[in-house]
T-cell receptor, first 112, second 115 residues
Framework: AQSVTQLGSHVSVSEGALVLLRCNYS??????LFWYVQYPNQGLQLLLK????ATLVKGINGFEAEFKKSETSFHLTKPSAHMSDAAEYFC??????????WGAGTKLIIKP | EAGVVQSPRYKIIEKKQPVAFWCNPI?????LYWYLQNLGQGPELLIR????????DSQLPKDRFSAERLKGVDSTLKIQPAELGDSAVYLC?????????????FGPGTRLTVL
């Protein structure tokens, strides 16, 4: 069975600092991995996805994530945080079928 | 391109009352999903449609929940009767296909409060 663990329900960084949101997965088959962002009172929006091509995936709004098979990780990073990045971020895994298995989410707080 | 549309955005009802949520997916998207999202958690799939057929409703509590997708476009999710534990955000999503790499596009959700 697949599962996703997001370390830290809340992450706080200063504006301009590095953003690092952690995601570890378990999967018995090569996974497809996704990061979604949810702004307050809005639906989820795809940031980026890994589909077995390049291990470093670039997404929207300056975010990127690196697939590391040996560590079963897919951490999300951004070099410099902006106030507009404050939102909740969800990592999800798929085994190639339609169903996504979601993490519990990490709320990103940006300090001025 | 218009996104996934959901209505209402907010709904407050008393327990044992019925409630219905409506979703209009992105034009041309054959696959439609209904999710439930509790506070501080990721979405949980309730039902998935391919065109007008419900191909996975294994997580739908069929004693009180029902859904339909007439003509393979709009969809309605109903709860009757609602219970206190049904308070959550109900998300609708759509995708072009059903593969594991297909991006799911989400609507803004309906926040249900059952009193």
């Amino acid at each position: 069975a697949q599962s996703v663990t997001q370390l830290g329900s809340h992450v706080s960084v200063s504006e301009g600092a590095l953003v690092l949101l952690r995601c570890n997965y378990s999967s018995s088959v090569p996974p497809y991995l996704f990061w979604y962002v949810q702004y307050p009172n809005q639906g989820l929006q795809l940031l980026l996805k890994y589909t077995s091509a390049a291990t470093l995936v670039k997404g929207i709004n300056g975010f990127e994530a690196e697939f590391k098979k040996s560590e079963t990780s897919f951490h999300l990073t951004k070099p410099s945080a902006h106030m507009s990045d404050a939102a909740e971020y969800f990592c999800a895994v798929s085994d190639g079928n339609y169903q996504l298995i979601w993490g519990a989410g990490t709320k990103l707080i940006i300090k001025p | 391109e218009a996104g996934v549309v959901q209505s209402p955005r907010y709904k407050i009802i008393e327990k044992k009352q019925p409630v219905a949520f409506w979703c209009n997916p992105i034009s041309g998207h054959n696959t439609l999903y209904w999710y439930l999202q509790n506070l501080g958690q990721g979405p949980e799939l309730l039902i998935r449609y391919e065109n007008e057929e419900a191909v996975d409703d294994s997580q739908l509590p069929k004693d009180r929940f029902s859904a339909e997708r007439l003509k393979g476009v709009d969809s309605t999710l109903k709860i009757q009767p609602a219970e206190l534990g049904d308070s959550a955000v109900y998300l609708c999503a759509s995708s072009l296909g059903t593969g594991g790499t297909d991006t799911q596009y989400f609507g803004p959700g309906t926040r249900l409060t059952v009193l």
